[in-house]
């Protein structure tokens, strides 16, 4: 059973960093696209950013274009996202995602994590 872990969430101010991480186990994950999405109170789940499997490829939700960036380690099995320059609008739960069949920007996916909370004080 595949069980993907998230960590890395927390407080911070406004124009801070955090990172997050994602690890997979269960079974090897290089083969999957991954991302990691949001959701906040009382709105729709977002897509933050996804990665292909071999990491050549990466796709950003217009409102993290240019902050965040998503990378991945394959040998880890983990994926991360550094988030810079944290907004007032940024806070979360933020979800990791993998899918075989490249649906993640669909809103789909194979495996989900619970989530890790990010907040972010003004």
């Known amino acids: 059973q595949v069980q993907l872990v998230e960590s890395g969430g927390g407080l911070v101010q406004a124009g801070g960093s955090l990172r997050l991480s994602c690890a997979a186990s269960?079974?090897?994950?290089?083969?999957?696209?991954m991302g990691w999405f949001r959701q906040a109170p009382g709105k729709e789940r977002e897509s933050v950013a996804v990665?292909?499997?071999?990491?050549?490829?990466?796709y950003y939700g217009d409102s993290v274009k240019g902050r965040f960036t998503i990378s991945r380690d394959n040998a880890k099995n983990t994926v991360y996202l550094q988030m810079n320059s944290l907004k007032p609008e940024d806070p979360a739960v933020y979800y990791c995602?993998?899918?075989?069949?490249?649906?993640?920007?669909?809103?789909?996916?194979?495996?989900w994590g619970q989530g890790t909370q990010v907040t972010v004080s003004s």
């Open positions: 995602a993998a899918d075989l069949g490249g649906r993640l920007r669909r809103g789909a996916a194979d495996y």
């Open positions: 269960g079974r090897t994950l290089s083969s999957y696209e």
């Open positions: 990665i292909s499997w071999s990491g050549g490829t990466t």
